[in-house]
């Protein structure tokens, strides 16, 4: 069975390997898959219950992904299961009033058939000042901590594309988790962020784990002799499970294959090296590897 760990302050008990809901509610017709179709809803049905049997008990997902769609699958694959695993969704923030915010959350519940979120994330990308200051003291956060009152939604955090800009919303003190973008092609999180929300003993998740296929799609250009089966998608899984940071990784997994396979991985692997302790800049790197050498 897949192993568990503490998320941080919300106290879930949380797979390393988690299910991200972006491809329940995106298109992509090259690769035959539309979650539109029937034939597309169940094959994203026996995704999701194969990622359940196998121990995942993480879902993240948005309103947004497919205007509802990703949330009205999961909440249709899972109404049954739902005492089995962690619910993830999120809510947007620009120009939308506590009210919005509180609409929005009401009708993902409704999607998702269930009466509670287990995290509730704004689901940002780049935060600007006065997104912090719109989410921390124009009724946003408070709107969340109303709901968490009613028991509607139970941890609170946020996603966030560049890291940095989340500094402010670590350091306001009153999230739970935080989402970041991390992988073995964008490590600015590895600076600051992943530190930061350690010592707010933050829940981890990481969004994009497998690069969303860009490190593979950069290297059939540059370096096809790489594409090794599945390699460079082993490598990227493992650099984020390695680094010790990170409680789970949200990864993108349409076919019941990919569950399997990813989930064998997380099972076997035992990090030799923990990836916090990278030397990432130039001075680090001679001074570690001088070491070595004394
Ligand atoms: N701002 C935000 O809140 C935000 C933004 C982005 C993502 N997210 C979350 O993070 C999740 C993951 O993001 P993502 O889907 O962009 O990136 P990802 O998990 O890094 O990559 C997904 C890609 O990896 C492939 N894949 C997964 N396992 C594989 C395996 N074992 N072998 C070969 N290929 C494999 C998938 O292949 P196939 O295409 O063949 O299925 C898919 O193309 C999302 O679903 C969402 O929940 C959140």
Redesign the pocket.
Known sequence: MIGRVRFGRTELQVSRLAL????FGGVNRA?GWDPFTAEGKAQAIRTIHAALDAGVNYI???PSYGDGQSERIIGEATSKRRTQFALAS?VGYRGLSASDVRASIETSLQRLQTDHLDVI?F???MYEPQDVTHILSEGLLEELLRLRERGLVRATGF?V?EPWTARPLIASGQFDMV?VRY?LIYQSAALHVLNEAQAADLGVAV???????MLQRIASYLAPEWQTA?DL?DAALKFVLADSRVHCA??????PE?VQ??VALVESFQPNFDMARLPRLTAEIYRTEDQKEN
């Open positions: 991200g809901g972006y491809p690769r993240d997902t948005a999120k994330q689901h940002g990308g996603t594309e989402q992988n969004m994009r784990p497998m690069t969303s296929g599945h998608y949200n990864v993108g997994m349409r076919w990919e396979r990813n």
